[in-house]
């Protein structure tokens, strides 16, 4: 299984980008791709999941309200809309994946331990 994230960068507080996460390998039907990101000293948390087979979805608090993950190519693509960005979102953002999970707190919150795949990081610095 590989994860191709993309899509970071630096923008300005209040400004808004667009990540994506490409899956491919992945031989089950059943899964949840997630994002969590993880900032200098700092430990790291998971932002928000979608799942592959009803399109149910989980949000940190952090993220509810200005952060929407979506899902396309049969699910084994999905994009991490983030508005009205931060400073506290900086951080290098990572998707991952996990077979059979669900779309919940218990899978896609804290270090992401239930989580079977991970790709490679993606910056996203948001400063004045």
């Known amino acids: 299984v590989q994860l191709q994230a993309s899509g970071g960068g630096l923008v300005q507080p209040g400004d808004s980008l667009r990540l994506s996460c490409v899956a491919s390998?992945?031989?089950?039907?059943?899964?949840?791709i997630g994002w969590f990101r993880e900032a200098p000293g700092k430990g790291r948390e998971g932002v928000s999941c979608?799942?592959?087979?009803?399109?149910?979805?989980y949000y940190a608090e952090s993220a509810k309200g200005r952060f929407t993950i979506s899902r396309n190519n049969a699910g084994k693509a999905v994009s991490l809309q983030m508005n009205s960005l931060k400073p506290d979102d900086t951080a290098e953002y990572y998707c991952?994946?996990?077979?059979?999970?669900?779309?919940?707190?218990?899978?896609?919150?804290?270090?992401?331990?239930?989580?079977?795949?991970w790709g490679k990081g993606t910056q996203v610095t948001v400063s004045s």
């Open positions: 991952a994946v996990v077979l059979l999970g669900v779309a919940s707190e218990s899978y896609c919150s804290g270090y992401g331990n239930r989580m079977d795949y």
């Open positions: 390998g992945i031989a089950l039907d059943d899964y949840v």
């Open positions: 979608i799942s592959s087979t009803d399109g149910s979805t």
